[in-house]
């Protein structure tokens, strides 16, 4: 992973003093909470409902043993012994004293990380395939690039004040496990004919009020002018994004409005004028960082894994782990694992500070020293040894982080919501569970198959409702808590984004509604090899209105 | 008004006319409207001419006409307000404008740094607190960079990252050193 040489350390620190100094301005009285607000944000302070939310980087979802040891340490001293993982592959902790935070992003500066840009209406962090350097599906390792436009993007001087935020997201394999055209750069690392590097560039996705796909605007850019064209789409979304609006503020509606033809002509105008002199991304330079995320030293003499045939032949609980949580690995005799961070009943995402330390454990161990947030909430052990899976699924079990449900109708992802966030029109978080322990079933689960359940407590979507199979927003209805159920939504290659199916349930009956979509389609599935999605494209969603809405009319 | 530019505050030279006032025979600085209007009898006066963009004019029609102006005004109506950092930025590094360029409006002092990075190099703020920051030499110094910007004169690439910069000569207002020499670029 990469790793601060003594010019990052000084950055931090810099900056560090820098926040530090604007705490003490606003605890002093000098600063209002109207000035202090884009400061804090630019370092991921938010006041949320009871307290102030610190959103901690973690760039395209990469920790250390001792990254994970000093934010289970920032749990106990600062918060009340737990964190959150958050849709952005960040982690955040909601309880924290504002007279703190100094002290807090000290500690964390210790060990490389930093709060810079996790919120605010700049270049947010930086997401990528969890499965990034591990996955049997990869073409090229995209963190390299990850890690390069994280660098550019912090504390841009041009790009610090953005008609609203700005989100960048990576893959380098077929299959998008980072929803990239979910967001305002979706970039696809890829070869061309010549296999030259290069990038499929998709602008302008996004979820919240108005939700979009973004639009392919290069199939490929070359890899030496990376920096140049995101900086062309930057400036253009900079000087024309609309700031009369902040629900019209994200640069999906430029592109909207602009339309396909137009906005590409603009980014390829600007790009043309831009002088591309001191921002050429030289292949060397690329090699450098690449060096960082050079494959850890995997043993390849792969002769079978006794320990793990036969845990698979004497343990069901293991085997349907394995079935569930493990994904083929690059390196025979590896394996990527998921770490569900969504036991039945739970609140998605939540891990306390002996979880933490226990993964810190086992990725030392087992994983090469890494783990993975994954923006579905979840976990990712990258390098684990088929021959070590028994004793890492016994070390994750006793920790009560071996749920195996992967993907599976319990595997919910869900935003804070009312229980904590100040924009929140209704709770997420007792939806979830109240969900979780309807679908508690293993065998119940295992028969509906794949099946992901997003919920956001307000039109933000944090909780990637528009791109859920089944997808659920809380709503205010004159004071009370409502819920509108979007079907047929996807973040990955096939995107789409989920329609209404129709009014919306109660907190109580949105439950029952659910539980009648998922029984509608176990009824109308043609085997079950065709999971919800694909049911649902087939048939749409008048059935699904049917079993909801019939008798009440 | 007076304008923090270079070592300190100095006083303003420059008077904004109104579009419909008549022309001084000093310095002045007017609208793009007004400019684009009286093209020819504006560029055939010898007082020294400025030009005040308001937030989300852009610099199109008058990309032949930047070095008739001695001084550039970029009006920031409000802090939260990015659009001025890509019109100072064209300015300096594709229009190669070499006059002054000015930051006017609600700034607080936390910007000083960006907005010096980006090519402004003079300040006429409102803000109290900026003005105070300025005055004392509070702004806070950032040395590295994650990219390159409008100050390539004036910061070193340190390399083997070529994005890399570090400022090797001071940014305005901050503590203890002896200020940028008002000229910029």
């Not at chain 1, 159920?485 to 349930?505: A, H, Q, R």
């Amino acid at each position: 992973m990469y790793r601060y040489d003594e010019f990052d350390h000084d950055l931090v620190r810099e900056r560090v003093a820098e926040f530090s100094d604007q705490v003490a301005r606003r605890l002093s009285g000098e600063l209002t909470e109207d000035q202090f607000k884009p400061l804090r944000l630019m370092n991921g302070v938010y006041l949320q409902l009871h307290a102030y939310m610190l959103r901690i980087a973690v760039p395209y979802g990469t920790l250390s043993s001792r990254q994970m040891r000093k934010l289970a340490h920032i749990a106990r001293t600062y918060d009340r012994d737990y964190g959150h993982f958050t849709t952005r592959q960040n982690l955040q902790f909601n309880w924290i004293k504002l007279e703190e935070v100094p002290k807090i992003l000290s500690e964390l500066a210790e060990v490389e990380m930093h709060c810079i840009q996790t919120s605010g209406n700049c270049i947010r962090n930086i997401s990528a395939d969890h499965f990034a350097g591990a996955s049997a599906d990869e073409i090229i390792d995209p963190r390299s690039y990850a890690e390069i436009l994280r660098q550019w993007s912090s504390l841009h001087p041009e790009f610090s004040l953005l008609p609203r935020k700005f989100k960048l997201a990576l893959i380098g394999a077929p299959k998008d496990r980072a929803a990239i055209q979910v967001h305002d750069i979706g970039l696809e690392v890829k070869r061309n004919d010549a296999g030259e590097l290069g990038f499929a560039v998709w602008v302008g996705g996004g979820q919240g009020r108005t939700p979009m796909i973004a639009k392919k605007v290069r199939d490929f850019l070359p890899e030496a002018d990376l920096i140049a064209y995101v900086e062309a789409i930057l400036r253009i979304y900079n000087q024309q994004g609309r700031r009369d609006n902040k629900f019209k503020a994200r640069i999906k509606i430029l592109v909207h409005e602009m339309g396909e033809e137009e906005i590409k002509a603009a980014i390829e105008r600007e790009f043309a004028a831009i002088d591309k002199s001191n921002l050429v991304l030289p292949r060397d330079a690329v090699e450098r960082i690449e060096r960082y995320f050079a494959p850890p030293p995997f043993d390849t003499r792969f002769n079978g894994a006794p320990a793990f045939d036969r845990a698979r032949r004497t343990d069901a609980a293991f085997t349907s782990f394995v079935e569930r949580n493990v994904h083929p690995h690059k390196m025979p005799g590896y394996a990527i694992v998921t770490v569900s961070l969504k036991p039945i009943g739970g609140i998605p995402g939540d891990m306390t500070s002996a979880q933490m330390e226990a993964i810190a454990d086992i990725i030392e161990q087992y994983s090469f020293d890494e783990v993975r947030v994954s923006h579905e909430q979840n976990l990712v052990l990258p390098h684990v040894k088929l021959e070590d899976l028994p004793a890492v699924y016994a070390r994750l079990h006793a920790a009560d982080l071996a749920t195996a449900n992967y993907g599976l109708v319990t595997d919910i992802i869900a935003c804070p919501g009312l229980d904590y966030c100040s924009l929140a029109n209704a709770r997420s978080i007792p939806i979830a569970q109240r969900l979780s322990e309807r679908f508690a079933d293993p065998a119940r689960q295992t028969d509906i198959g794949d099946l992901k359940i997003k919920i956001s407590g307000c039109i933000n979507a944090c909780g990637h409702h528009h791109v859920g199979h089944i997808g659920i927003l809380g709503v205010d209805r004159k004071g009370e808590e409502f819920y509108q159920i979007t079907l047929g939504g996807s973040g990955d290659e096939t995107c789409s984004i989920g329609e209404i199916v129709g009014k919306g349930f109660s907190s109580e009956g949105v439950v029952d509604a659910v539980e009648t979509i998922v029984d509608t389609y176990l009824k109308l599935r043609e085997s079950p090899h065709e999971d919800f999605l694909a049911a649902y494209r087939r048939v749409g969603e008048a059935p699904f209105q049917e079993a909801l809405y019939a008798h009440a009319a | 008004m007076a304008i923090f530019k270079g070592h300190g505050f100095i006083e303003d030279e420059w008077a904004i006319v109104a579009d419909d006032a008549p022309m001084p025979a000093a310095s002045a600085v007017i609208s793009k409207a007004r400019f684009v209007a009286e093209r020819e009898a504006l560029t055939a006066r010898n007082a020294p001419l400025g030009l005040i963009l308001r937030s989300g004019e852009t610099l199109n029609g008058l990309e032949e006409d930047l070095e008739r102006f001695g001084l550039i005004v970029l009006d920031i109506p409000k802090y939260t307000d990015g659009r001025s950092y890509s019109t100072a930025r064209l300015l300096r590094e594709r229009y190669k404008y070499t006059g002054e360029l000015r930051a006017s409006g609600d700034v607080l002092r936390d910007q000083i740094m960006f907005l010096h990075r980006v090519g402004f190099d003079a300040f006429d703020v409102t803000h109290e607190g900026t003005i105070a920051a300025l005055r004392d030499g509070k702004i806070r110094l950032v040395h590295n960079h994650y990219q390159p910007a409008a100050r390539e004169d004036e910061e070193a690439a340190p390399g083997p990252r070529p994005w890399l910069r570090v400022s090797r000569r001071n940014v305005p207002g901050a503590p203890h050193e002896t200020g940028i020499d008002g000229g910029g670029i």
